[in-house]
């Protein structure tokens, strides 16, 4: 890979075209979970879409859980990356459609909040479900914590997707189920955003209680992360991959 030269917080500085198809790309494992930290407006969508362009295949295809009524990135990735949007999960039988490398699970909105909701929450919980169930997929949700949160009210209690993702992050590595949450509320995240990815990528955060957060990330320094994560510039990402300590700086 091409080291650019320079540290930051005394860690290298890579960038970013080569260091997804030469290092991320080759050392993903099916199952894998990814988490990707950052304010809006740092590159967090771009930067997964990147990594979703590197490892989705037909035999291991994305299925990206869109809740936004409009979102113009996303048109454009699902064009690119040939991610067709469909609008229920899970889809009709069709012994003519061809193989693609995912979809964009995409419910049209209604513009009424709480039907707009209702709506998402079944999608997105059939989505959950059935890819823990059949495995060899990956999740993508790109605003993990709202995602969440979506509910509805059954016999009077509430149920939101909040159990089914934690099932994904505790249990869906063992079925190749990857969830691959991407947030810019990094406060409000499950724990297990924080312990149970293999692949982390967090940008530059103001806000103090995400600085707290980093405690949760098993097997590597916070003190390092916080540090490394308060110099970054604009667009930067600090990596951390658990499970072999190494860590290092993506550049824009």
Known sequence: MQQLGHRVGGVLVIDRRDFVPNYFAPSYRRGQHV???GKTGCGKTQLGYDLVDAVATPQLPALNMVIKPEDETVKYYART???PRVRAWPLAPNPFRRKTRGYTVWPPPTFDPDMDDELLYWTHRAVILDSYKRGRRILVADEVVDLAELSTVINGKVHTLKKPLEAVWKRGRSMGCGLWAFTQRPSGMSYHGYSAPEHMFIAYDP???TRKR??????????LVQNVVRQLPEFHF???QRSTGTYCVVSA
């Open 238 to 240: 600090m990596y951390l």
């Open 35 to 37: 988490t990707i930290l």
């Open 214 to 223: 980093y405690d949760e990330i098993g097997g590597v320094d916070s003190g």
């Open 207 to 209: 806000d103090h209680r």
């Open 81 to 83: 990356l040939d991610m």
